[in-house]
């Protein structure tokens, strides 16, 4: 933006120059001058059409790039809930993520209660009989998670590729436990998806605090920091949540 207006008070100034020429400059040289001078001005108005232009162009090029992100990242984040299901804790290698979307089998459960004899409270009470109440946690059946949650697509196997910007770029995954707590966080460099794009542009792409943007260096799922499975970005990046 700054760009934009620099040029655009130079482009004023050009008019207010040739406006100036031709009252007061000899009639000799003022075609040559107001020529050059509005060659300079058409030539300036290119380049203010040009800075709009590339950053429309950039901005929808942006969205492009992160819808593919943002859903290879869902799929990450999903894998890893049905992982934590199964395994307790959430995993840091692609390998055995994908090893288990492969292979694994989720339990289906059914909790239900039931009374049962407390013997601590019917010795403390001589023998006369105490019930309590426990849940049991039947398992009923279970499910793919292939099948579950790609749906018959083998797209779970590139899983760890970014897919767009820089070539052969990867995700970069974190597990761990906070407190007592498992977490993990599935992430990529804003730099990395944009690769090939106006270096300013990109920077000023990882500075974004917005509401209707995603905000930050990059585009992440989960958190490493906070008990947290949800991504960066806002709902107009995709339909898949």
């Known amino acids: 933006m700054k760009v934009i207006i620099a040029i655009v008070v130079i482009i004023l100034l050009t008019i207010g120059i040739v406006w100036l020429i031709d009252k007061f400059v000899p009639k000799k040289i003022k075609p040559v001058i107001n020529i050059l001078l509005w060659v300079l001005i058409i030539f300036l108005g290119y380049m203010t059409y040009m800075s709009v232009y590339k950053e429309i162009q950039f901005n929808q090029l942006k969205k492009e790039r992160f819808a593919v992100v943002i859903d290879r990242l869902i799929d990450i984040r999903d894998s890893q809930l049905a992982y934590k299901d199964v395994n307790g804790t959430y995993t840091d290698s692609f390998d055995k993520l994908i090893n288990f979307v492969e292979n694994g089998q989720v339990p289906i459960t059914q909790r239900r209660d039931t009374l049962v004899l407390d013997e601590e409270r019917t010795k403390l009470f001589g023998g006369v009989e105490t019930m309590k109440t426990i849940t049991l946690i039947d398992t ?102």
């Open 140 to 241: 009923l059946s279970y499910y793919s998670v292939k099948d579950s949650i790609f749906k018959g697509s083998d797209r779970y196997k590139t899983m760890m590729n970014v897919g767009v910007g820089k070539e052969g770029a990867k995700f970069k995954l974190e597990a761990g436990k906070l407190d007592e707590f498992s977490v993990f966080e599935a992430s990529v460099e804003k730099s990395v998806v944009l690769d090939g794009e106006e270096p300013y542009l990109i920077e000023k792409e990882k500075q974004v605090v917005s509401v209707d943007g995603v905000n930050g260096p990059t585009l992440k799922v989960g958190s490493m920091t906070e008990v947290f499975t949800k991504g960066n970005w806002p709902k107009s990046y995709t339909n898949k949540e």
